[in-house]
């Protein structure tokens, strides 16, 4: 996650603090009071001094990611640092971020996945309007059951990238066994799993 927008979500979740206890059908009443207050909020000075300070970090933040440490550059460690055609690279670049993901932000130790918890606590509380909780379980647990596959979805492409690729590319550098449509098979193969990594990319953040 963006440090930056840590501070933002804390208070987002301070003022929602509120609305989670109100009906769902009072919600909507509840966030045009909340945008009307805002509309006035900023003649209040304090609010224009924590809008400077705001920022004045996000701009040393840019600088220190300009020249310290760029996030938009991305080091492909399983290719050489020599002139590689771009179908090879596009395929490479993709799973080098996938990896990056996994391993450095520890996407699956995050219960980002699994819903288990709040849909058990859900049930647990005594709405008012029985009818709206049961209409967020529902699409508590529809959540739940898309995210479910999105792990198992992640957790073979990775599986797949870092042992499955290397074991079946093993096979087809030995030359006394090199076969034109073991390769070509490979390379298709390549690209279901590209397509298939596209089609899952919105679950990879944490």
């Not at 009906?23 to 809008?51: A, G, Q, S, T, V």
């Not at 701009?59 to 080091?75: D, Q």
């Not at 290719?79 to 670049?93: G, R, S, V």
Request: proline share 3%; hydrophobic share 30%.
């Amino acid at each position: 996650m963006d440090p930056r927008n840590k501070k933002i979500i804390k208070k987002r979740i301070k003022d929602l603090g509120k609305a989670k206890s109100l009906p769902i059908k009072n919600l909507r009443e509840y966030m045009d009071e909340l945008e009307e207050k805002r509309k006035h909020f900023p003649h209040n000075f304090l609010y224009w001094l924590i809008r400077c300070k705001r920022k004045i970090g996000e701009g040393f933040y840019y600088a220190k990611c300009r020249i310290f440490h760029p996030y938009n550059v991305i080091r492909i460690k399983t290719l050489p640092p020599t002139w590689i055609d771009k179908d090879c690279t596009l395929l490479h670049a993709c799973f080098t971020i996938f990896c990056d993901v996994v391993e450095n932000e520890d996407l699956f130790d995050h219960k980002m996945y699994d819903h288990s918890e709040q849909i058990a606590k859900t049930k647990a509380e005594d709405w008012e309007n029985k009818e709206d909780q049961g209409k967020f379980i529902k699409q508590l647990e529809e959540r739940h059951n898309i995210d479910q596959e999105y792990e198992k979805e992640a957790r073979y492409l990775y599986e797949w990238w870092k042992v499955l690729r290397p074991e079946r590319n093993k096979k087809l550098n030995v030359w006394t066994k090199y076969s034109l449509d073991a390769e070509e098979k490979g390379y298709k193969e390549d690209t279901d799993h590209l397509i298939r990594l596209m089609k899952i990319r919105c679950g990879l953040w944490t």
